[in-house]
């Protein structure tokens, strides 16, 4: 300071540093042109507390969201401060503030005269008369109002005041959404009302009737009891207790540069002011400096160079000011080892305790562990660089001579200068990189190389020194969602230029859904964006991308989306992201037309009333809605309001209701409300989440590009419900209110008696006989078998012995299905105890009429008569054996008990091995008798095979026929289930093409809706025909099992049956043999 003047000021007070005691004010429309006024103050601690409080109320989020009377206050206030010493109000001031153009300025003036107040040129008004009641009577003559007084006579029937019932109706039917929940959010009651009339109503004599006028309603409307948004989304709402992967995190690209990324220049100060803004991921090119110093700058363009160190100690500054949530340092180094140890160091000593260089015990680096929450990140610097990996056993920090020789060499020319030639340098995170599937990494062309970047410089090996300071964000290279998942690690993230994401959200859009829900991605902007412009943030949220990073240099109006979306929660830097972009069990495609299982999709309307105080120009103005969103809830350059010409002052529009049917996702959808000049020019805008909405009467007041608040305001119609089909909205409409409903149907009812009462077929007697629902002849009790004739084979119906209805519900009641509930053991255990008995006996039935098949009885008959062949063929011998032995010796027997022995011995059936004692005639009969056992044993056994085989090819054939049959039901039912869908689609397209009042591009979408919707139904109708059958051809299988095991048990119990019932006969026919031997015995020795 070389003026003693100015040395005398500054230095006044104590005699301290004068740093310590001044004050600087940086103020500015965008962050780059900012401007800087200092203030020298007396004491060290006058200058803190300025500083704090200065601080608070330019960060101060309710103030940014103040209601719209609160910006007329400020207004006022302005206007008095401009007073003269004397404490004069020029008119002529208050003139300019509100219009530049003589007509508007001859408005301005009538308004003054029509509020009590002078209109000359060179009146003066006094301060202590111009309170803030005569500046809002000002503002009503001016604005006139005649929108919110159609709207104030429609409510009270055009009597001159509302009652306090009037203004809880107004509250209740109006201005409530009518989706909230009536215990957490009661209705406004009479008390509610008072209390309002009470606050906004000046007029003593109606406040004590409790009535409102006009003036009081004007007031509420423009009130902080009527915001826009609901205020608990500007607080800190959002669970910050999920993984970092989780949420939204608001990112700058090339954070340095403050213009055009070839010629542009570079600023320590936007580091601040991103920050400050909200911004949680900056970025950081380092280079190799002339001077053995690290720099930022942008390699190989004309951007001139900064001090690393300061944009270090910048951020260390301003980081945690407006959020305490972690900041990622997003870091692309091209530094020889030695400069990357020196930031390193820089960043230990500056961040302090800040930095995060370790992991935390709670969350390690390891496969399938979640990377961990904002909340335990608080005041935590992370920092995102290459991480260097030991493949070679080194110890920790060792570099090779001939590596640091090389990396050295490999980005700086002979004297350490970094050449500045043409082209971009947009060095890529791509580079980030590391293998992709962990084997050793190699360096990576850079961010937007490839694209028109000759001379792009790879990034260099990571230092120990840093790489060490690199834990939870370690940049890798991407191959592929299938090798990210195989390796699952979530602290490894990779980052895309628009053009790569924008392909894999094309290709894989549920895939990059999933894989953003466990680790991290950054999209940032092409190389070829040279003017330093932004790509649409929303396409790449709509994927889950956390790190979507912007030019904060350019407010166009991808920048503008991107603070207005941050803007809520708190401004802390991060949104949470919706619930079906975070949980595992669930599936959401970004380009989904239709309505999404699990969410409620919205409807929303709004009608643009008119506008208040837009500029001081005259000009011809307009509003344009837009909604942003999903694919299918963006809507663009669509709606738009008439132009009023020749006023910004109070145009009035009352266009047609901008209506948005159905909004698939509105927990990601945003609405943009702009005020245009008729030539385009932007006059103001607002962004607004379509989730925090308050429906009614609300007055939006106007931000700049920046989101700094304007005078400017707009007053709208809001009306918000759940999205309801064309096709259901009387159902809707009757459980809404199902007492009118019914008193409709009541009306109809009583209409048509005339026509009815001589045709109505005479009441059932009371002692009528109440007939019980007849079952349809097709279908049978559950777990049954049906054994007529007239079925397949043996008897088995496949329709009727599976737990499994077979119809189908029409496709027009049916929306597409939820997963069906499975049944629990308990009640599969029950449901098999109540059709045990059942089944089992219809298998019983069924087994019966298997062995009764016509070829088990032909081998059977073929077995009956082979047996008698042989019986007759051993019955000769035998016959002589017993006439021999009775005629030689002349016995004279009882002919009784002959004639029993000779029956018994030609009715044995058996063939088994006994063994005779006796002469030569007993040994010729004994041999005789085994032979013939012998032969019908074997001739038994054969046929018993032959049947049973027979059998268990006729059950195989038969379950092949029913499983084919099983197969051909399922197809003919999918294909009457498409049939019907398609004729139901073409109905409602039929239907559609009826309603006149819609326009093209409506009429387009709901038509691909339909048939999405028609696809979707058909795909879930036909899995879950395909999952019913699939059970159906279980339990079918599961019955043939059963009657195959009641088979073969049936083959063993028959033939060990045979095999006692021959042994028994043979035992008895030797019985008889020794008896007969003995009696000729007997007869030989008498």
């Known amino acids: 300071m070389q003026d ?73 206030t302005k206007i008095v401060l401009k007073a003269d010493k004397s404490g004069k109000i020029l008119v002529k001031n208050i003139v300019r503030l509100f219009a530049q153009n003589k007509e508007d300025k001859k408005r301005v003036e009538k308004a003054l005269s029509e509020s009590g107040l002078p209109t000359g040129k060179n009146d003066t008004i006094s301060q202590s008369k111009f309170h803030f009641e005569d500046f809002f009577a000002f503002y009503k003559s001016l604005t006139q109002r005649t929108e919110v007084q159609k709207i104030f006579n429609s409510l009270t029937d055009n009597k001159p005041h509302l009652s306090a019932n009037q203004l809880v109706d107004f509250l209740n039917d109006v201005q409530r959404d009518p989706r909230l929940n009536e215990i957490l959010h009661p209705y406004a009651d009479i008390q509610r009302a008072k209390d309002l009339i009470k606050t906004y109503e000046y007029n003593k004599y109606h406040q004590q009737r409790s009535q409102l006028t006009f003036d009081g309603f004007l007031r509420f409307l423009m009130s902080e009891d009527n ?22 995190i608001n990112s700058s690209h090339n954070t340095y540069l403050t213009g055009h990324q070839i010629t542009g220049k570079s600023s320590v100060e936007i580091y601040r002011q991103s920050l400050l803004a909200g911004c949680r991921c900056v970025e950081l090119d380092f280079w190799n400096g002339r001077t053995e110093e690290p720099v930022i700058v942008h390699g190989y363009t004309f951007v001139p160079e900064i001090s690393a160190r300061e944009v270090l100690e910048a951020i260390a500054e301003s980081a945690f000011k407006t959020s305490d949530y972690p900041v990622i340092l997003s870091f692309e180094n091209h530094c020889n080892p030695r400069q990357q140890a020196k930031i390193a160091n820089y960043c230990r000593d500056i961040f302090g305790d800040m930095l995060l260089d370790r992991p935390l015990d709670s969350h390690q680096l390891e496969p399938g562990g979640e ?36 990396r050295e060499q490999a980005p700086s020319q002979g004297n350490g200068e970094i050449a500045h030639g043409p082209g971009s340098k947009e060095s890529s995170e791509s580079s980030e990189s590391e293998s992709s599937s962990g084997e050793e990494e190699g360096d990576v062309p850079g961010e937007g190389a490839g694209v028109g970047a000759p001379g792009v410089a790879p990034e260099t090996h990571a230092a120990a020194e840093i790489s060490a300071l690199v834990n939870y964000v370690q940049p890798v290279h991407f191959s592929s969602f299938e090798n990210a998942e195989k390796k699952n690690r979530f602290y490894e993230m990779s ?25 991290l991605s950054r999209v940032y902007p092409a190389g070829t964006r040279f003017d330093s412009s932004n790509f649409m943030p929303q396409v790449f949220w709509n994927a889950g991308c956390q790190l979507v990073a912007l030019n904060f240099q350019t407010l166009d109006l991808a920048m503008q989306l991107n603070l207005g979306a941050f803007e809520y929660n708190r401004r802390c830097g991060y949104i949470l992201k919706p619930e079906f972009m975070r949980r595992k069990d669930r599936r959401l495609d970004p380009f989904a037309e239709s309505t999404v299982d699990g969410i409620i999709a919205g409807s929303l ?56 049917k159905k909004v698939v996702l509105p927990e990601l959808a945003m609405l943009r409300i702009a005020a245009h000049e008729e030539s385009g020019r932007l006059l103001g805008h607002r962004v607004l989440p379509v989730l925090g909405l308050r429906p009614g009467y609300r007055h939006v007041n106007l931000r700049t590009e920046l989101g700094l608040p304007l005078p400017a305001s707009v007053l709208l119609l809001v009306v918000v419900k759940d999205y309801v089909p064309d096709r259901l909205s009387e159902l809707a409409e009757a459980l809404a209110n199902p007492i009118k409903y019914q008193s409709e ?21 009371d002692d009528a006989p109440h007939l019980a629902p007849r079952r349809p002849a ?139 004692s006796g002469g030569g005639g007993g040994g010729a009969g004994s041999g005789g008798e085994d032979s013939s056992e012998a032969a019908e044993r074997e001739l038994r056994l054969r046929y018993h095979h032959a049947i049973y085989a027979t059998l268990d090819k006729i059950l195989s054939a038969e379950q092949r026929h029913q499983m084919k049959a099983l197969t051909d039901m399922l197809e003919a039912e999918k294909k009457e289930i498409l049939n019907k869908l398609a004729n139901s689609r073409k109905e409602d397209v039929k239907a559609l093409a009826k309603k006149t009042n819609r326009d093209k591009d409506e009429i387009l979408r709901i038509k691909r809706e339909i048939h999405s919707q028609s696809v979707e139904r058909g795909v879930a109708e036909c899995s879950r025909l395909e999952l019913a059958y699939a059970r159906r051809r279980e339990q079918l299988a599961l019955t043939h099992e059963r009657l195959r095991t009641m088979l073969h048990k049936h083959r063993e119990q028959v033939s060990a049956a045979s095999s006692e019932k021959l042994a028994l006969t043979n035992e008895r026919l030797r019985a008889m043999l020794h008896k007969h031997r003995k009696q000729v015995n007997t007869a030989s020795s008498e």
Request: glycine fraction near 6%; hydrophobic fraction near 35%.
């Open 4 to 76: 003693p003047k100015i040395r005398n000021v500054v230095l006044i007070g104590s005699q301290g540093s004068l740093e310590e005691k001044t004050v600087t004010v940086c103020y500015g429309a965008d962050f780059v042109n900012v401007t800087f006024v200092n203030f020298c103050c007396t004491r060290k601690d006058i200058a803190q507390m300025w500083t704090e409080e200065l601080f608070a109320l330019a960060y101060n989020l309710n103030q940014l969201n103040n209601p719209t009377i609160k910006f007329l206050e400020k207004l006022h």
């Open 605 to 660: 309307a709004v009608t643009v009333l008119s506008a208040q105080l837009l500029t001081d120009k005259r000009c011809g103005t307009y509003v344009e809605v837009d909604m942003f969103g999903l694919p299918a809830d963006t809507v663009r350059k669509k709606f738009r309001t008439r132009v009023v010409p020749n006023n910004a002052i109070n145009p009035v529009y009352g266009d047609e209701p901008f209506v948005f």
């Open 371 to 406: 990377l961990p929450p904002p909340s335990l990140l608080r005041h935590k610097i992370i920092i995102k660089n290459k991480k260097k990996h030991h493949h070679h056993h080194k110890k920790e920090g060792s570099v090779g001579s001939e590596d640091v020789e090389a």
């Open 778 to 916: 097709s279908i049978k009790p559950e777990g049954t078998l049906d054994t007529s004739p007239n079925k397949v084979g043996m008897g088995l119906d496949m329709r009727k012995s599976l737990d499994m209805d077979t119809t189908v519900p029409s496709p027009a009641l049916t929306s597409v299905p939820a997963p069906q509930p499975l049944d629990d053991k308990f009640s599969r255990e029950e449901k098999e105890k109540e059709s045990n008995g059942s089944s089992e006996a219809a298998l019983g039935a069924a087994l019966a009429a298997l062995l009764d098949s016509k070829p088990a009885r032909d081998k059977r008959a073929e077995l009956a008569r082979k047996l008698e062949l042989l019986r007759r063929k051993r019955d000769r011998p035998l016959s002589k054996f017993f006439r021999r032995g009775l005629s030689s010796r002349n016995i004279s027997g009882d002919a009784n008990s002959s004639g029993t022995g000779l029956a018994l011995a030609g009715s044995g059936s058996g063939s088994g091995s006994g063994s005779g």
């Open 745 to 765: 149907l009541d009306k109809r009812e009583h209409q048509l008696a005339v026509l009815t009462d001589d045709t109505d077929e005479p009441p059932a007697p």
């Open 495 to 519: 980052s895309f230029d628009e053009k790569q994401a924008t392909t894999l959200l094309k290709e894989r859009p549920i895939e990059f859904v999933n894989y953003n829900k466990h680790q």
């Open 227 to 248: 915001p826009i948004v609901a205020p608990s989304k500007l607080d800190l709402c959002d669970d910050m207790e999920q993984p970092l992967a989780h949420y939204f």
